[in-house]
């Protein structure tokens, strides 16, 4: 399998991952991610694990861990965003664990390990 993560990259590089990480300290989640916890919270649902593909910054594994889920898996091609949300995490007092350098990294308030696939 082909790995286009130098294009991703340009593409969303850090000016861009930090012009997202200030827009959602300011404003909190938009657009689909505030559909998507909207419509999380009318339900009733309290995830215990979330796997967010293309998580970008990590708005939605933020505010579900904020809100009481257990586990979050955030799964991105750009290796800027992975790192700011890593940071945005630890700023959070959440703790992180890297399971493949660039592409993935697992958050939880109550495990000392990364969930096994």
Avoid: N
């Avoid at 505030?34 to 796997?51: D, K």
């Avoid at 790192?83 to 109550?110: D, K, M, P, Y």
Wanted: aromatic share 6%; glycine share 12%; hydrophobic share 35%.
């Amino acid at each position: 399998m082909t790995c286009h993560c130098e294009a991703t990259d340009r593409h969303f590089g850090a000016e861009r991952a930090e012009s997202d990480l200030v827009a959602y300290r300011r404003r909190g989640p938009t657009g689909t991610a505030r559909r998507l916890l909207r419509l999380v919270r009318e339900l009733g649902i309290q995830p215990e694990t979330l796997l967010d593909v293309g998580a970008g910054i990590g708005v939605l594994h933020h505010e579900l861990l904020a809100g009481g889920a257990g586990t979050a898996v955030h799964v991105d091609a750009a290796g800027s965003y992975i790192r700011t949300a890593q940071a945005e995490a630890g700023r959070r007092g959440i703790s992180t664990g890297c399971a493949s350098c660039t592409v993935i990294f697992w958050l939880s308030h109550r495990r000392s390990h990364p969930p096994t696939f």
